[in-house]
């Protein structure tokens, strides 16, 4: 593999990453957070060091191939969550340096599962990093670096493909430089209006700014303890619920729709199955516990609000469903927590695209145990599909199933019952945040053992990732020098 | 610019790396999808899979906002149906390659209803570029430039020639009597552009412009003028034999064409009936002896086999043929002879991409943004020489003289044209209004002419 150049941009990475920090410096300074903004400093100092010493490797081979994308952007995501977590140690906001790691990787990965019990006692910088952090993690770090910085676009796709959700990657412009931008143009304008609409519903700046960056990352981070109830909204509850299935849908779809093809766009296979899934879960969850509520209107909201969070692997939570709702609807949303939304969006799951190809190929399997000389393809968004991409879907299925069971295994070392282990790892792996049982949405994530926040993280990582990146990095022939 | 490319075969790629290294919006359509995935792996550019020839398929690639489109599929009714259906997708542009003689030598007829801008023909520009060298046998590359007022050769400077007697380039023309100026040389496979303290050494290999007349001179003074080549065997009776066997008989060469088909060597002797068509193998090397191999001014080996090419051209230069010329497809076997007496190695990819793209950049300068009016490259694309318009208000580059300009590192100027005259630049001598200027560059790219100033 190209190392100087892997090197190379891990260091504009890092670079980046110090970047990304100044708006919590600012953020420190407008609240007066003297001693928590200065503990952003030092973390901004390595990374520059860091970042500028890797300016001396200018590499002279600039090509980066299938194996070398995949271990930059698993290298790039591991080495933002160590210099990420720096920041909340050394202000003491969050001691531990593991709790700090499982909390910034829970960010970058929108995930938005946390180990603090309380909150709000955080300084107002450090939950603006928090938040902030699901916002660069939504669309990726690399999706960033390849927007902003200059770099030749050969072969830069497999970057962009390790970093993107979704099991094709399309570009929506020749050139990278361009798509990145666009992908980003459209983030950003989407969260800004989202910020607009939650200042209308009397939310205040810092506030809606920190809960809009969750919900454009589908993370979940909160800056309330009792999340998003705490403005007890209606209003509110809708706007955020309309948000998270709107930044559940492929970002592709969006600059169709930009460039006036809106028919093609809304023609889209994955986001009517999407939309359907949605419609549904809700549906079920809506019959299943209005006797809870005795009104249309309430149970709607907090059905739509949850199954919108869930299916969107955001993470907020409305009520306490965990405790309060009757086990189909948790069984619903547990569902939900595995399929995930659709490819090329910011959030997490197995995605939509997947489970569909998934169950089409099984059909096609009974059919051909009725018909074995039948030919019918599998066809998804109207097209044959390669087998090599059926292939390719069912061995990342058994990978995340295999991984799935050997973490939920290893956790029950730990906690006590197993709803609390699957729902730990799946909320983990799919990058949702809220599980059942104690780790359920008014709960957190701070009494498991160290080692099992480890696990936890790498689970995040592995899940934001879509497992192969994380997988080639541990793998010894990457690194071997000669070329077997 | 916005620029379609339909067919990702090897031409297509080597376009599609070319333009999207100027920078350009690059979209390949191709049939295959084996072939897209790996473009789209390997170049920044966006692939559709499909029929280039289909109107939907082209609409769907969004072909009616290319500023042009490149038909380089395999089969030249595909191109030009291609480059029909692009024209009335409202593509204001469109080139296609045609390669069958057939078609070729019609193609007047229909290229307005067509609408085509322009027609490559790798094997015709080959069998070109093969025909010019053939005409100045010590040259191992010869190029036009300025509508062909100006001439950029090639030479390998042998050992004993007067010019590596140790003086400076500055003296020779004082020395030579003649004004043409070395705009690169190439020395151990490293390239520099020389300035007037440089001396040469044998071995080098000297790139000289000016006109074609004092290049003639040039070539005279220094004795390197070798006699006019009168008789040529050619390996292979592919397309590019073809053309250049008609090229030459022309001039009044004499051919001899070694064809291994029955059928086609047949077909040639009823194309060409001043040519003589020999049936046999190409690497049969006692037939190319028996047929004067050592007798003959010029060998060109035209196979379809890259090594066949290499190898049997090697064997002619060690049989003391005095020019050999061979053809080759990939251009990663090229860079691995390093071979005395195979100086010359034609690949029609490279001379139609260099084609190509020298008709995109005149595109480019008819734009607001751009003006250069055309691009070569030589030594492996190490240097670049571009032809400028100097048009009015270029302000610190007009009417001062050469000597006073500063221009960057790794520039020279290379010769101006004014009123259809090649000068070849001295310090006194200035740039003006109207001039055509050519300037050799490394490691530069040059968009306008003010590019070649030092940053102030």
Same mark, same amino acid.
């Given at each position: 593999?190209?190392?100087?150049?892997?090197?190379?941009?891990?260091?504009?990475?890092?670079?980046?990453?110090?970047?990304?920090?100044?708006?919590?410096?600012?953020?420190?300074?407008?609240?007066?957070?003297?001693?928590?903004?200065?503990?952003?400093?030092?973390?901004?100092?390595?990374?520059?060091?860091?970042?500028?010493?890797?300016?001396?490797?200018?590499?002279?081979?600039?090509?980066?191939?299938?194996?070398?994308?995949?271990?930059?952007?698993?290298?790039?995501?591991?080495?933002?969550?160590?210099?990420?977590?720096?920041?909340?140690?050394?202000?003491?906001?969050?001691?531990?340096?593991?709790?700090?790691?499982?909390?910034?990787?829970?960010?970058?990965?929108?995930?938005?599962?946390?180990?603090?019990?309380?909150?709000?006692?955080?300084?107002?910088?450090?939950?603006?990093?928090?938040?902030?952090?699901?916002?660069?993690?939504?669309?990726?770090?690399?999706?960033?670096?390849?927007?902003?910085?200059?770099?030749?676009?050969?072969?830069?796709?497999?970057?962009?493909?390790?970093?993107?959700?979704?099991?094709?990657?399309?570009?929506?412009?020749?050139?990278?430089?361009?798509?990145?931008?666009?992908?980003?143009?459209?983030?950003?304008?989407?969260?800004?209006?989202?910020?607009?609409?939650?200042?209308?519903?009397?939310?205040?700046?810092?506030?809606?700014?920190?809960?809009?960056?969750?919900?454009?990352?589908?993370?979940?981070?909160?800056?309330?303890?009792?999340?998003?109830?705490?403005?007890?909204?209606?209003?509110?509850?809708?706007?955020?619920?309309?948000?998270?299935?709107?930044?559940?849908?492929?970002?592709?779809?969006?600059?169709?729709?930009?460039?006036?093809?809106?028919?093609?766009?809304?023609?889209?296979?994955?986001?009517?199955?999407?939309?359907?899934?949605?419609?549904?879960?809700?549906?079920?969850?809506?019959?299943?516990?209005?006797?809870?509520?005795?009104?249309?209107?309430?149970?709607?909201?907090?059905?739509?609000?949850?199954?919108?969070?869930?299916?969107?692997?955001?993470?907020?939570?409305?009520?306490?469903?965990?405790?309060?709702?009757?086990?189909?609807?948790?069984?619903?949303?547990?569902?939900?927590?595995?399929?995930?939304?659709?490819?090329?969006?910011?959030?997490?799951?197995?995605?939509?695209?997947?489970?569909?190809?998934?169950?089409?190929?099984?059909?096609?399997?009974?059919?051909?145990?009725?018909?074995?000389?039948?030919?019918?393809?599998?066809?998804?968004?109207?097209?044959?599909?390669?087998?090599?991409?059926?292939?390719?879907?069912?061995?990342?299925?058994?990978?995340?199933?295999?991984?799935?069971?050997?973490?939920?295994?290893?956790?029950?070392?730990?906690?006590?019952?197993?709803?609390?282990?699957?729902?730990?790892?799946?909320?983990?792996?799919?990058?949702?945040?809220?599980?059942?049982?104690?780790?359920?949405?008014?709960?957190?994530?701070?009494?498991?053992?160290?080692?099992?926040?480890?696990?936890?993280?790498?689970?995040?990582?592995?899940?934001?990732?879509?497992?192969?990146?994380?997988?080639?990095?541990?793998?010894?022939?990457?690194?071997?020098?000669?070329?077997? | 610019?916005?620029?379609?490319?339909?067919?990702?075969?090897?031409?297509?790629?080597?376009?599609?790396?070319?333009?999207?290294?100027?920078?350009?919006?690059?979209?390949?359509?191709?049939?295959?999808?084996?072939?897209?995935?790996?473009?789209?792996?390997?170049?920044?550019?966006?692939?559709?899979?499909?029929?280039?020839?289909?109107?939907?398929?082209?609409?769907?690639?969004?072909?009616?906002?290319?500023?042009?489109?490149?038909?380089?599929?395999?089969?030249?009714?595909?191109?030009?149906?291609?480059?029909?259906?692009?024209?009335?997708?409202?593509?204001?542009?469109?080139?296609?390659?045609?390669?069958?003689?057939?078609?070729?030598?019609?193609?007047?007829?229909?290229?307005?209803?067509?609408?085509?801008?322009?027609? !490559?023909?790798? $094997?015709? @520009?080959?069998?070109?570029?093969? +025909?010019? &060298? =053939?005409?100045?046998?010590? %040259?191992?590359?010869?190029?036009?430039?300025?509508?062909?007022?100006?001439?950029?050769?090639?030479?390998?400077?042998?050992?004993?020639?007067?010019?590596?007697?140790?003086?400076?380039?500055?003296?020779?023309?004082?020395?030579?009597?003649?004004?043409?100026?070395?705009?690169?040389?190439?020395?151990?496979?490293?390239?520099?552009?020389?300035?007037?303290?440089?001396?040469?050494?044998?071995?080098?290999?000297?790139?000289?412009?000016?006109?074609?007349?004092?290049?003639?001179?040039?070539?005279?003074?220094?004795?390197?003028?070798?006699?006019?080549?009168?008789?040529?065997?050619?390996?292979?009776?592919?397309?590019?034999?073809?053309?250049?066997?008609?090229?030459?008989?022309?001039?009044?060469?004499?051919?001899?064409?070694?064809?291994?088909?029955?059928? !086609?060597?047949? $077909?040639? @002797?009823?194309?060409?009936?001043? +040519?003589? &068509? =020999?049936?046999?193998?190409? %690497?049969?090397?006692?037939?190319?002896?028996?047929?004067?191999?050592?007798?003959?001014?010029?060998?060109?080996?035209?196979?379809?086999?890259?090594?066949?090419?290499?190898?049997?051209?090697?064997?002619?230069?060690?049989?003391?043929?005095?020019?050999?010329?061979?053809?080759?497809?990939?251009?990663?076997?090229?860079?691995?002879?390093?071979?005395?007496?195979?100086?010359?190695?034609?690949?029609?990819?490279?001379?139609?991409?260099?084609?190509?793209?020298?008709?995109?950049?005149?595109?480019?300068?008819?734009?607001?943004?751009?003006?250069?009016?055309?691009?070569?490259?030589?030594?492996?694309?190490?240097?670049?020489?571009?032809?400028?318009?100097?048009?009015?208000?270029?302000?610190?580059?007009?009417?001062?003289?050469?000597?006073?300009?500063?221009?960057?590192?790794?520039?020279?100027?290379?010769?101006?044209?004014?009123?259809?005259?090649?000068?070849?630049?001295?310090?006194?001598?200035?740039?003006?209004?109207?001039?055509?200027?050519?300037?050799?560059?490394?490691?530069?790219?040059?968009?306008?002419?003010?590019?070649?100033?030092?940053?102030?």
């Amino acid at each position: 593999m190209n190392r100087r150049m892997s090197f190379f941009i891990l260091g504009k990475i890092l670079l980046i990453e110090a970047l990304l920090m100044l708006p919590s410096v600012v953020v420190g300074l407008i609240y007066r957070e003297y001693d928590a903004m200065l503990s952003f400093l030092p973390s901004i100092g390595i990374l520059l060091t860091l970042g500028l010493l890797s300016r001396l490797l200018r590499p002279r081979d600039t090509a980066i191939y299938a194996k070398d994308g995949f271990v930059v952007v698993a290298l790039a995501w591991i080495l933002l969550s160590v210099f990420g977590a720096i920041p909340f140690v050394l202000s003491g906001a969050i001691p531990s340096y593991i709790d700090a790691f499982f909390e910034i990787v829970s960010g970058f990965t929108t995930t938005g599962a946390t180990i603090l019990s309380d909150v709000e006692a955080l300084p107002k910088c450090l939950l603006f990093w928090r938040s902030f952090s699901h916002w660069i993690g939504g669309m990726g770090v690399l999706v960033f670096v390849l927007a902003v910085m200059p770099m030749s676009g050969d072969r830069t796709l497999h970057l962009m493909r390790a970093e993107v959700p979704g099991p094709t990657v399309g570009k929506l412009v020749p050139q990278m430089r361009k798509t990145a931008r666009i992908l980003y143009a459209v983030y950003a304008v989407m969260t800004v209006i989202l910020v607009v609409f939650l200042l209308f519903g009397k939310m205040p700046l810092f506030d809606a700014i920190c809960h809009a960056f969750g919900t454009a990352g589908t993370g979940g981070f909160s800056i309330r303890n009792a999340g998003i109830a705490f403005y007890d909204s209606a209003y509110i509850d809708v706007v955020i619920s309309v948000f998270m299935i709107l930044f559940g849908i492929n970002f592709n779809l969006y600059y169709l729709i930009l460039i006036g093809r809106v028919k093609e766009a809304l023609r889209s296979e994955e986001l009517r199955s999407f939309l359907l899934i949605a419609l549904a879960a809700t549906a079920a969850i809506f019959a299943n516990t209005y006797h809870l509520y005795h009104s249309v209107g309430t149970t709607l909201r907090h059905a739509f609000f949850q199954v919108s969070s869930i299916i969107s692997t955001t993470g907020y939570a409305s009520v306490d469903f965990a405790n309060v709702w009757p086990l189909f609807s948790q069984g619903v949303l547990v569902l939900l927590t595995v399929i995930g939304a659709c490819a090329g969006s910011t959030a997490g799951g197995l995605k939509v695209g997947r489970i569909g190809l998934l169950c089409k190929s099984a059909f096609q399997g009974v059919r051909k145990a009725i018909h074995p000389r039948a030919v019918t393809p599998v066809r998804y968004e109207g097209k044959p599909v390669d087998t090599a991409v059926i292939h390719s879907t069912l061995v990342y299925f058994v990978l995340y199933v295999l991984i799935i069971c050997a973490s939920t295994l290893l956790l029950l070392l730990d906690v006590g019952d197993f709803t609390t282990a699957l729902t730990a790892e799946l909320t983990c792996i799919n990058n949702v945040g809220p599980g059942l049982s104690a780790v359920g949405p008014m709960e957190n994530f701070g009494f498991f053992h160290g080692a099992a926040k480890l696990l936890l993280s790498l689970n995040m990582l592995i899940g934001r990732l879509e497992i192969f990146p994380m997988i080639v990095l541990f793998s010894p022939s990457v690194w071997r020098k000669n070329v077997n | 610019m916005q620029i379609t490319i339909v067919g990702g075969g090897k031409l297509g790629e080597s376009v599609a790396r070319q333009l999207q290294a100027e920078g350009h919006e690059i979209t390949v359509v191709d049939k295959e999808e084996d072939v897209i995935s790996q473009l789209s792996n390997t170049l920044d550019v966006i692939g559709y899979v499909g029929n280039g020839a289909s109107y939907s398929v082209l609409r769907s690639a969004g072909v009616e906002n290319s500023d042009l489109l490149i038909a380089l599929a395999e089969t030249d009714e595909v191109n030009m149906l291609a480059c029909l259906a692009a024209h009335k997708l409202g593509v204001e542009h469109t080139i296609a390659r045609v390669r069958d003689p057939e078609y070729d030598d019609h193609l007047y007829v229909l290229r307005e209803d067509l609408g085509l801008s322009m027609t !490559v023909n790798p $094997e015709k @520009a080959a069998a070109e570029e093969i +025909a010019r &060298i =053939l005409r100045l046998p010590s %040259a191992t590359h010869v190029e036009l430039f300025a509508g062909g007022r100006v001439e950029l050769i090639s030479i390998r400077l042998p050992s004993g020639n007067i010019l590596c007697d140790g003086l400076k380039l500055s003296e020779f023309s004082q020395k030579l009597d003649v004004t043409a100026l070395v705009c690169a040389v190439e020395r151990n496979g490293e390239i520099v552009i020389p300035g007037g303290d440089f001396v040469p050494l044998a071995g080098d290999l000297l790139y000289l412009a000016g006109s074609p007349k004092e290049i003639e001179t040039i070539l005279k003074r220094i004795g390197l003028l070798a006699h006019r080549v009168e008789n040529v065997i050619i390996a292979g009776g592919g397309r590019v034999s073809y053309y250049l066997a008609e090229e030459l008989l022309r001039k009044g060469v004499k051919v001899k064409i070694v064809e291994r088909d029955v059928e !086609v060597a047949e $077909e040639l @002797a009823e194309k060409l009936p001043r +040519a003589v &068509i =020999l049936q046999g193998d190409a %690497a049969d090397y006692e037939l190319l002896s028996e047929e004067g191999l050592n007798r003959t001014d010029a060998f060109v080996a035209l196979t379809g086999l890259d090594e066949g090419n290499i190898l049997s051209a090697i064997y002619a230069g060690k049989h003391n043929v005095p020019k050999v010329i061979a053809k080759i497809n990939n251009e990663n076997i090229a860079s691995l002879v390093k071979d005395e007496s195979l100086e010359t190695i034609i690949s029609p990819k490279v001379v139609t991409g260099n084609d190509i793209c020298r008709y995109v950049r005149a595109m480019a300068a008819r734009s607001p943004e751009g003006n250069v009016l055309s691009l070569y490259k030589l030594a492996d694309g190490r240097v670049e020489v571009s032809e400028f318009r100097a048009v009015a208000g270029m302000d610190g580059l007009l009417g001062i003289p050469l000597r006073d300009l500063k221009l960057k590192k790794n520039i020279l100027i290379g010769c101006l044209v004014r009123d259809g005259q090649a000068i070849v630049p001295h310090g006194v001598d200035e740039i003006r209004e109207g001039d055509f200027v050519l300037v050799v560059s490394r490691e530069t790219i040059l968009n306008e002419l003010s590019d070649i100033l030092e940053d102030r």
